[in-house]
């Protein structure tokens, strides 16, 4: 009882009910206004143009004169070959980088730990957090120097060991699997960051009465860390099946190549060739709004089902 007077004290002092919660603190909401202005602009009024994805665009006529289609534009879409197999490239690629890509950093967190040297902790840190801040542009190029099936270090060895060279970036058979591999090397050490801060967040008496108790480092690990990181767990999930039809376009765009355009072409490099290439902005659009939907039902549906499970969800 007393808590709840002291809450309905505090939100009446602080003025946050209400409009006048507003009026009471000028300071903290003129501070406020660029941030509403910066979302209206860049989020909000942009929004109009999701009506070009039901309408037959012509740049000369621009937006408001484009004869409306209705659904027309998404019905010859999914009914195109390339967009299908661009869809389930994109599918099959998202899969591949969340069964292995999702619990990599989980496992590096938990791998750095364990280490007991400071030292050369934050050495494997640094090193492991540099690819992030590097383009793609720059590691294409550097893949395709180490890949290069004619003088690439990886061939040269794979030859060393009496193999046959492979053509990483130009064979359809291991487009795939290089593309996760390269993408879990550079995102792998900045993916650690938030979990390695719920480590540091964990009660370190938690792991002083398990050692009282006999608990060596393998059973303190499955015991405690990875229970109290279980929650940061499921909400990172939650978001990254939003972002299942994104499957990296700057990696792939950088990589691929018309050898490998059968499993290689992405729903997002598909929309770059016909939104950019061919001027179909009504198409570009009406496949961000597909994207943008399914995310959306995605995380509603992860995140049903999250809570269902006892878990705690993002709401």
Avoid at 170 to 196: M, P, Q, S
Wanted: with cysteine; glycine share 8%; net charge positive.
């Amino acid at each position: 009882m007393n808590a709840a007077i002291e809450k309905k004290e505090g939100n009446r002092i602080h003025g946050a009910t209400g409009f006048r919660g507003y009026l009471k603190n000028p300071v903290l909401t003129l501070m406020f206004i660029p941030v509403v202005i910066y979302y209206i602009v860049f989020h909000y009024t942009p929004m109009y143009g999701i009506v070009l994805a039901f309408k037959d665009y012509s740049l000369t006529l621009g937006i408001m004169k484009s004869p409306w289609v209705g659904f027309e534009v998404f019905s010859e879409l999914f009914k195109t070959a390339s967009f299908t197999r661009a869809f389930r490239n994109t599918i099959i690629i998202s899969l591949l980088r969340w069964v292995t890509g999702f619990p990599a950093p989980i496992i590096l967190a938990l791998m750095l730990n364990e280490l007991k040297n400071l030292r050369y902790k934050k050495v494997i840190q640094t090193i492991s957090y540099l690819p992030h801040f590097l383009s793609w542009v720059i590691l294409a190029g550097l893949f395709t120097q180490l890949l290069s099936p004619s003088n690439g270090a990886v061939n040269y060895i794979i030859e060393k060991l009496g193999g046959k060279p492979i053509y990483f970036l130009a064979d359809n058979k291991y487009f795939r699997g290089t593309l996760v591999v390269t993408g879990i090397w550079k995102e792998i050490g900045w993916g650690t960051v938030v979990y390695l801060a719920t480590i540091a967040g964990i009660d370190q008496e938690l792991y002083e009465a398990a050692e009282c108790d006999g608990a060596k480092r393998w059973r303190k690990m499955w015991s405690i860390t990875l229970p109290l990181m279980k929650p940061t767990i499921v909400i990172l999930l939650i978001m990254n099946c939003g972002s299942i039809l994104n499957a990296g376009f700057d990696q792939v765009f950088n990589l691929y190549n018309a050898n490998v355009y059968e499993t290689a072409d992405i729903i997002d490099t598909y929309v770059y060739r016909r939104g950019i290439g061919n001027m179909e902005y009504n198409v570009s659009t009406a496949v961000g709004l597909f994207k943008n939907l399914l995310g959306f039902f995605m995380v509603m549906g992860t995140n049903f089902l999250a809570k269902q499970l006892g878990e705690e969800g993002i709401w």
